[in-house]
C-alpha cells in the first residue's frame, strides 16, 4: 500500500514550511489547524545505550521440533528469508511444551502427540540456525525432575548446535509450576534446588554448557533478585517473560489494552535491569507479546499490536535490555509475528514493527528526548538514537486513534538530509495491508525498503506529522 495522500501532502508541506519559517527558531510551524502540535529537543552528543546487534529474536515452542519438522527447518526458505530481514537475532526455543517433551535421543516412542524430542529434531534445528545465522537459547525440561536425561539432552544439542547454541534454561516459568509440574506448592527454594541439580548434572556431562535463566513469569523480580543472587556467577544471561495483558479469553480486553502504556511494564523492565546491573549481566525479554493466551483476535493480530511491538522493543532498550523474543509459530498464536496456513508463510503485523526497529534502532546508541510541550493526555512515543556513521534516527510512534500530531525536531546539529519511512497501515485494526517504508514483505519472504520520503534542508529544527494509527522511522544527516 502506498503511503496515504494526506499524510504525505502533510509531511511535505510541513517540511516545506520548515524551510521558510523555521529560521526564526521560535515559531514552529503547525501545518494544520486540526493536527496537534509537539515540540521535542534532541542533544545528539549525549548518547547512551548501544542497542545490541541481536536484541531481536523469536521464541518457538520445543512442540514445533517434534509435530512440525519442516518448520524449522533449513528448507523452509520463505522463514529462513523473514529472519535473515532481521538481520542478527537470537532464537528461542521452550515454552510451556518444553516441560512436556522428553528427550528421547533415537527413540520417537508412539505417543500420537509427539512428546518426545529425537536427535533427527536436533539436528534440523543446527541446520536451520546455521541457515539464519542466530545462536539459540535453548530450554530444557525441568518439569519432569530428571536431570540425568536433561544431560543427556543437553549433550547432544551441544555437541550439534556448537557455536549456534547461545545458552541452556532450565524450565518455562518454573514460578508457576506449583500443582502443575509438582505436588502442592512450588516455592523458590524448591526451584532453586531443582535448578542446581540440573546444572551440575549438565556440567558434569558437558563442561562447556552455558546457562541463563530463571525464564519467569512477567512481573516476578522476587524470583528474579533470588535467582541472581544465588547464580550470578554461573549465568551468561538473566530474563523472564512479559506479557501486556491477559488472558485472551477475558471478554473485556479490547485495543486499548494494547494501545495504552501498561504501568506495570515500567516498573517490570527498571527492576530487571537493576538486578542484571548489579551483577554486570545482560538480561532479555525470553517470551513475550501483546495478550496471554495464544493471543486475542481483532487486537493480537491486528495493526494496532505492531504500534504496540515497536513501542514495547524500545521500552526493553531504553532500560538496557539486551532484546526481545516474540512468541509464536503457527496457525494456533494469534500474535505470533510470522504465520503459517495451509502450507503459505506469511509476514503479519508485528512483524514489521520488527522491520521498523531493525532500521531505526539496532546497533545505534540511544538519546534522549526532551519534551518543551506535551499532555499526558496524548498517546504517542518517540524515541532516537544516534548511529555508528553519526546519523540521528527517530522513531515516532502514535498510538492515537484520532488524533494526528505535527513533531517539530529541534536539533543541536544542522541537519542536511532528511528521510522517513513509516509503518502504516489501511487502519489500527488492519491485519493485512501493512507497510513499513513504502514496502511490503514479497512471496518469497525478500524485503527491500522502497525509495523513502527525502527532503533537503540546511536547519536545525523541522517538523514531520505522524498521522493516527501509525508510525515513523526519521534519519536526520
Known sequence: MNTPRFAVLVLALSLCACKKDLSDTNRPTRPDPAVIPVTLVLDQTLTGYKIPHIFEGLSYETALLTQDPDYLNESNTVLVQLLKNLGKGVLRIGGNSSDEIDWGADDAGTDMLHRKLTKPGIDRLAAFAKAIKWPVLFGLNLGNSNPAEAANE???????????????????????????????????????RDWRGYYNAIKRQVPGAVFAGPDMMPFNLRWLHNFTKSNHDKVVMLDGHYYNNGPASNPSIGLPDV???NNRMATYLQGMSVIASSHGLPFRISEGNSIWGQGKPGISNVFASALWALDFMWSVAENKGQGVNFHGGGVRFVYTPINTANGVTTAKPLYYAMLAFKYGAVGNKIIQPRFLNSSADDNYSVHACVSPDNATLVTIINKETTKDFSFTIQLSNAASNIQVARLSAPSITANTGVTFAGSTVNSDGSFEPANPEEYRTNQKSFTVTVPAGSAAVVTVR
Open 154 to 192: 543437553a549433550a547432544y544439542v551441544h555437541s550439534r548446535l556448537q557455536s549456534s547454541l547461545y545458552a541452556f534454561q532450565s524450565g518455562n516459568e518454573p514460578d508457576f509450576f506449583g500443582n502443575i509440574h509438582r505436588q502442592g506448592k512450588y516455592i523458590y527454594e524448591d526451584y532453586q
Open 259 to 261: 494501545l495504552v502504556p
